[in-house]
């Protein structure tokens, strides 16, 4: 349920993107009420995983947080483009053999749709990325200079093994059937797994 909060001082509307490979991605664009000419706007990036446009994580009973950035930003005269990821939810196409830098063209058909929308100032647009996110939006940011700003939500200064294995440590040593005297080995042991199922996948390579 994406429509705007009853009080709310923008409004909400369905929206279909449309991209290069052909399918279109469902989103919500959030649009401040009664601005006096075209508003600024960011697009959000989902983290690893397909997500649906409010970055939800079922396991998170109420955590949509693109939901409550793009409460809080359009409140503020900001437009926000929020979007399910690609063969999720109701966007079309297949994360199948996808890669971070597949789900970069898609944000960037999002910003070629703003900077066709005669509300939306296609001259102040920008990026808001949460975890892999925060990978993708400098990858666009690096290409498209006329960007005016990225926001990254923990983004990983890693490279993905590392990440990967920084996630496997804590889980180990929160864990309390993992005893510390096997913690080690344990971790050697996840690596391998993680190695070798990466190694057979596109995204996981990448």
């Known amino acids: 349920e994406y429509s705007a909060p009853a009080d709310a001082p923008y409004t909400s509307e369905d929206v279909r ?3 290069p490979g052909g399918f279109s991605l469902a989103g919500t ?5 009664g601005a006096a000419g075209p508003v600024p706007a960011l697009v959000t990036i989902t983290g690893s995983g397909l997500q649906d446009r409010d970055g939800a994580i079922p396991m998170v009973r ?3 947080p693109f939901r409550q950035v793009a409460d809080t930003l359009s409140r503020h005269g900001v437009a926000v483009l929020r979007m399910d990821d690609r063969g999720y939810g109701m966007s079309g196409g297949s994360a199948a053999g996808a890669t971070s830098a597949d789900f970069a063209d898609d ?5 070629t749709w703003l900077r066709s929308h005669a509300g939306i100032d296609g001259g102040r647009l920008g990026l808001i990325g949460h975890s892999e996110g925060g990978i993708i939006a400098p990858m666009i940011a690096a290409v498209d200079t006329s960007l005016r700003g990225i926001v990254l939500m923990a983004g990983p200064a890693w490279t993905g093994r590392r990440v990967v294995e920084s996630q496997n440590a804590y889980l180990l040593r929160t864990s309390r059937e993992a005893v510390p005297s096997q913690r080690d080995s344990l971790l050697r042991s996840s690596m391998r797994i993680a190695d070798s199922t990466m190694a057979g ?3 996981g390579r990448f």
């Open 17 to 19: 993107i449309p991209t």
């Open 29 to 33: 664009l959030t649009m401040p009420r």
């Open 62 to 64: 109420g955590y949509r």
């Open 107 to 111: 944000i960037r058909a999002g910003l």
């Open 201 to 203: 996948d596109a995204w």
